[in-house]
């Protein structure tokens, strides 16, 4: 019987000794499989007592979200510099917070992930609240229009659909998790991977969907494994101009690529690194530290 206790959830376990510690303070107990039990002549508080406090913690625990605060789930969530870390597989999975520009993705095997819409315009580059546009600007200040006509060129190759984004406004569309892979630009030593995650069309504005997350991460896996890189750095997907919830798009981006990682093709993979925005050291980040915790938690549990 408590072989198979200690395999439940920490307060189903809690739960269960207190109630048995209960138990145990008011019952004496001679046979418990056939329930032979006999009431004691005076209670045995210290058991009592004990009992109910389990109860009662296990009770809080089931209320506030238990998969949170699984002793052994939490264990293997270690606090890192700027964040927190698991392990899957062979990969370290990081959730750090800070801006993707302020980050070194110089080296021979990094890749950095930057979201993009799926026209791959002026938007995305000149908009300093963009991860794109925060990195682009930072590194290609004096080039972005050198740049540009490298994207277009590839673009050039691609196929497209013409379609009005805004009132008799039109635009060609590539289509989400179309990929344009920079490598070493502009005499740099950076692999940047553009990645459109964001739709527009008249009517609906600038959105993303979930499903979009998992097609840009896959994409993402498939670009380390073409040209053998084995660190990634990339912000939160689709959180910002696209509307998903950033906990979320976090959330779907660390299922994504813990689905990536089980492939054969993954276990090359040294460290993928998402990057939770925060403006400063001072500020308030994107997502709390809780809900960095419980989606981490909830990976580590359930894949």
């Not at 344009?180 to 005499?187: D, T």
């Not at 750095?233 to 696209?242: A, D, E, K, L, M």
């Amino acid at each position: 019987m408590f072989t198979e206790l200690f395999k439940q959830r920490f307060h189903v376990i809690l739960l269960v000794l207190g109630f048995l510690l209960v138990l145990a303070g008011i019952f004496t107990i001679k046979d418990f499989s056939k329930f032979d039990v006999s009431a004691r002549s005076q209670l045995v508080w210290s058991s009592v007592i004990i009992g109910v406090i389990l109860i009662a913690i296990a009770i809080i625990l089931n209320v506030l979200g238990s998969e949170t605060f699984e002793p052994l789930t939490l264990s293997k969530i270690k606090t890192i510099d700027r964040g927190y870390s698991i392990i899957k597989g062979r990969t370290c999975i990081n959730v750090i917070f800070g801006r993707i520009e302020e980050f070194d993705c110089s080296s021979d095997d990094c890749l950095v992930v930057l979201p993009a819409n799926e026209f791959f315009d002026d938007e995305c580059i000149y908009d300093k609240r963009s991860s794109l546009g925060a990195f682009i600007q930072r590194h290609f200040y004096a080039d972005i229009v050198k740049l540009q006509k490298l994207v277009q060129k590839q673009l050039a190759g691609y196929q497209f659909t013409d379609v009005e984004k805004e009132p008799g406004i039109y635009g060609k569309s590539f289509g989400i998790g179309t990929c344009i892979f920079l490598n070493k630009p502009l005499s740099t030593s950076l692999r940047i991977a553009m990645l459109s995650v964001t739709t527009k069309r008249v009517g609906e504005g600038l959105r993303a969907e979930a499903r979009n997350i998992f097609d840009c991460v896959f994409t993402a896996h498939r670009i380390m494994v073409d040209y053998r890189l084995s660190r990634l750095y990339i912000p939160v997907i689709g959180s910002g101009h696209g509307g998903i919830r950033p906990e979320l798009a976090l959330l779907c981006m660390l299922i994504s690529f813990s689905e990536a990682l089980r492939k054969p093709s993954g276990h090359h993979l040294q460290s993928v690194s998402i990057v939770v925005f925060e403006s400063s050291k001072t500020s308030v980040p994107s997502i709390s530290r809780k809900e960095i915790k419980k989606a981490l938690a909830f990976v580590v549990e359930n894949s």
